[in-house]
């Protein structure tokens, strides 16, 4: 089984390295050996020369890699920064958008008051005429009852 490349810069891996939990049980162990080695014998000058000049060159890049996180976060927050600015213009054409479909919206409700309006016309319209038809057919059987009436009458007139 072939175990993948590590593709993370070593800076990137150092810096995620110094702040773990091994980093602190390598330094003690290195911190205790340098002590151990003034108990066995090792002139003390000498210990602590070895160990202020590995502490300062650690401080050093300590700093380095203090800053190179500094700037990865920094660079990484000017494109959250970026990519908010562009999500602020999405979010106001999208409120452009809102607002013209409610727009449209009002002026197809305006027409469908209007077609509303139209239909209750038309069926005023058509119950006029219904009754106005009823009125007019009740006329004309009227109409039509008294010529029958009248021809009887005429009729009866003839026959006598």
Known sequence: MKKSKDTTPFGERAVAWIG????????????????????LG????????????????????????IQMTVNR????????????????????????????IQEDVDEIQEDVDEIQE???EIEEDEQADEKRKRTQTLALQGITEKLEHL??????????
Request: with cysteine.
């Open 118 to 120: 139209d239909i209750e």
């Open 151 to 160: 021809l009887k009458d005429i009729e009866a007139l003839k026959q006598k």
């Open 73 to 100: 976060t920094t660079q990484s927050l000017a494109e959250v920064e970026e990519n908010l600015e562009e999500i602020q213009e999405d979010v106001d054409e999208i409120q452009e958008d809102i607002e013209g």
């Open 20 to 39: 773990s939990g091994q980093s602190l049980i390598a330094h003690t162990i290195v911190f205790s050996c340098a002590f151990g080695f003034g108990l």
């Open 42 to 65: 090792v002139p003390w000058d000498t210990v602590l020369l070895v160990l202020t000049t590995a502490v300062s060159l650690e401080a050093i890049y300590l700093a380095i890699f």
